[in-house]
């Protein structure tokens, strides 16, 4: 039996890379889910520690070492996915529900979820929320993630009118 615990809001942390676009499907449609990887701060280092020791569990599911020497913390979620919704919902700075999603380099607050796993005494990070406090990152759908530059001009594209 899984052992929940009350879920809590981390501090502001750092966007790694975000799949909440779209259930990942890399393992297979029976394993579909959104998740969110975060690098792991000091303050947040300090809470998951807590909870580690009052859980008493064995380890924290989801968590590695980058090639950067970066504590990453990947926490998902599966309910949406079930109920056959594709985006996972996120909120802004001020709590209203937005459209907008967070990728690396924005900075985000997560409503996380702990549960003890029976299994084998591990600890999983559920993410029940997300709360975008800062967006960083390039909107890659409008630029296709270059800046603008001297050069060709598409004459379509130009209100321009050669006569």
Not at 29 to 57: C, M, R, T, W, Y
Not at 137 to 152: L, P
Request: charge should be negative; glycine fraction near 8%; proline fraction near 4%.
């Amino acid at each position: 039996m899984t052992t929940k615990i009350e879920a809590f809001t981390t501090n502001t942390v750092e966007v790694q890379w975000a799949h909440l676009h779209q259930p990942d499907t890399k393992f297979g449609d029976d394993s579909a889910n959104h998740n969110i990887s975060v690098i792991v701060d000091k303050p947040l280092q300090k809470v998951l520690d807590n909870l580690l020791k009052e859980s008493g569990a064995t380890k924290i599911n989801g968590m590695r070492v980058d090639d950067d020497g970066r504590t990453l913390l990947k926490a998902k979620s599966k309910t949406l996915v079930k109920k056959g919704e594709k985006t996972f919902p996120c909120r802004d700075a001020s709590t209203a529900k937005t459209d907008s999603l967070p990728y690396g380099g924005d900075t985000v607050r997560l409503r996380l979820a702990p549960a003890v796993l029976a299994r084998d005494g591990s600890l999983s990070l559920y993410l029940n929320g997300c709360q975008i406090i800062e967006k960083n990152s390039q909107d890659y759908n409008s630029t296709g993630g270059f800046e603008a530059t001297d050069g060709y001009i598409n004459p379509e594209e130009t209100d321009d009118i050669p006569f």
